[in-house]
């Protein structure tokens, strides 16, 4: 089946630290979506990025889609930024899925 | 526009027991997918419903059903409830390719 690698699983920073997050994908990278998963475990979209680069604020997300990647780019963390990163990829009827994630904690 | 809404948030169950679920997706959507996130599984697709038919449907046993109203407002229904269908259901609703989740219902079967 489709398979979706995220790393590291763990990441563990101070606050202020720049971090990248990311995911690979075993076949083409469709509809790739990145969420944050925050303590209360709603899932928040942070990026719809099939291929190409977009930045919102701290936060930017690359794909490669020919080499089958992307990545999340976290600047200057705050601890609000602790929770667990999920990839995703949609192969069709909104039927996501998503890799094991990546639990990012930042300390104060 | 108002979020995702599921409810309700919490509920414990006991084994054998039945419990259904509700999703009331962003207005205008018309696709509602059901989710389940557990520590060992990570998060699974359950189903999927367009106007008010199932379109796609994941790897789970028939217990696990659900269904969509006119409105757009879904609900699953789980049967005869297991210890292991102790997890959190999230659902999200989509109006094109971006899918957005609401807060989830956390179900503890004891």
């Known amino acids: 089946g489709i398979q979706v690698e995220q790393s590291p699983p763990d990441l563990i920073l101070q606050e202020g630290a720049n971090s990248t997050l990311r995911c690979n994908f075993s076949?083409?990278?469709?509809?790739l979506q990145w969420f944050h998963q925050n303590p209360w475990g709603q899932l928040i979209n942070l990026f719809y990025?099939?291929?190409g680069t977009k930045q919102n604020g701290r936060l930017s997300a690359t794909t490669v889609a020919t080499e089958r990647y992307s990545l999340l780019y976290i600047s200057s963390s705050q601890t609000t930024d602790s929770g667990v990163y999920f990839c995703?990829?949609?192969?069709?009827?909104?039927?996501?899925?998503f890799g094991q994630g990546t639990r990012l904690t930042i300390n104060p | 526009k108002a979020g995702v809404t599921q409810t309700p948030r919490y509920l414990i169950k006991t084994r054998g027991q039945q419990v259904t679920l509700s999703c009331s997706p962003i207005?205008?959507?018309?696709?509602v997918s059901w989710y389940q996130q557990t520590p060992g599984q990570g998060l699974q697709f359950l189903f999927e419903?367009?106007?008010?038919?199932?379109?796609n449907k994941g790897n789970f046993p028939g217990r696990f059903s659900g269904r969509q109203f006119s409105n757009s407002r879904s609900e699953m229904n789980v049967s005869t409830l297991e210890l292991g269908d102790s997890a959190l259901y999230l659902c999200?609703?989509?109006?094109?390719?971006?899918?957005?989740f609401g807060p989830g219902t956390r179900l503890l079967v004891l």
């Open positions: 999200a609703s989509s109006g094109s390719e971006t899918q957005y």
């Open positions: 076949d083409s990278v469709n509809n």
């Open positions: 990025i099939p291929s």
């Open positions: 995703s990829k949609n192969p069709g009827a909104q039927k996501l899925v």
């Open positions: 207005s205008g959507h018309r696709s």
């Open positions: 419903y367009f106007s008010e038919t199932q379109r």
